[in-house]
């Protein structure tokens, strides 16, 4: 992201900006799916107990259910879906990402003078979030379906064997279109908090970058990160569960993105900087 800078001294390639995202992307995945597996489990578990009044709920909140997650299955369980989890970043966090930059400047002309507004970084953050998950859908569609096994009676085989059974058994039974199960909804959801992150982490770090006192440095990029997060989830919450139940998941889904997008943008700025230095 290049915050208050009008035209970065030196273009990142596409290949490089690519693999900075996806490495990034991978990164955040691999220290925060135990957050999001409990938050599959939580949010199942809501969908199983509805109308049910006398039903007591297994799971209770963020940290309870990995607590009961790694008690009752491993610790290891609480990194299921990571393989496909993994699979979905390299696509869909390397092209949403990596293809922002070039997007954005398509869309300001390459005769823009100053910061970019910030309706042309929504429309960047739709595009790109947009076409991503066009690509990544199936390895969405496989990650939920690995997290939401939970522990089985003895004697049942588990559905799927790992990632890669997974997207064959599904081809093979269901047919290669039911990996693209929900892509409509997925595209609207995806494009919005792809835009919602990425264009408030650009506005905020620009922002932050105009006060006295504030660089282009770790500082920044973690408060920019936590904007875009906080951001993301006022927007995306309401498209993930309804406008009623808002502020019921938002502070799980807060610790989920916020650490995800702090994560993933402190690394990509320190990775950027570290493989393609900015010519002084």
Request: proline share 6%; aromatic share 10%.
């Amino acid at each position: 992201m290049t915050g208050g800078d009008a035209k970065p001294a030196k273009a990142i390639p596409l290949y490089g900006t690519f693999a900075a995202s996806a490495f990034s992307a991978c990164w955040a995945e691999t220290c925060t799916i135990p957050l999001d597996t409990a938050k599959v489990r939580l949010q199942l578990q809501g969908k199983a107990l509805a109308g049910e009044l006398n039903a007591a709920p297994k799971y209770r909140g963020m940290f309870g259910t990995m607590a009961t997650i790694a008690r009752e299955e491993g610790a290891a369980s609480l990194w299921k879906g990571i393989v496909p989890g993994l699979h979905r970043q390299c696509l869909f966090g390397g092209l949403r990402i990596g293809l922002y930059e070039p997007v954005k400047n398509v869309y300001i002309g390459k005769d823009h003078v100053g910061d970019a507004p910030l309706i042309k970084k929504i429309a960047a953050g739709l595009t790109t979030g947009a076409l991503a998950i066009c690509v990544a859908s199936p390895t969405d569609l496989v990650k939920v379906r690995l997290q939401s096994e939970g522990k089985l009676p003895p004697g049942v085989p588990r559905r799927y064997s790992g990632a890669m059974n997974a997207y064959s058994t599904i081809v093979k039974q269901e047919g290669f279109t039911k990996l693209w199960t929900g892509l409509g909804p997925n595209v609207a959801r995806n494009a919005i908090i792809n835009a919602a992150e990425l264009a408030s982490y650009d506005q905020v770090k620009q922002t932050l970058l105009k006060l006295p006192g504030f660089t282009d440095n770790v500082v920044t990029h973690i408060l920019s990160g936590l904007g875009a997060g906080f951001i993301a989830v006022c927007v995306g919450s309401p498209v993930d569960v309804g406008a009623g139940a808002f502020y019921k998941g938002f502070w799980p889904n807060f610790g989920r993105l916020g650490s995800w997008n702090v994560i993933m943008f402190l690394t990509l700025e320190q990775t950027k900087k570290a493989f393609f230095p900015k010519d002084e």
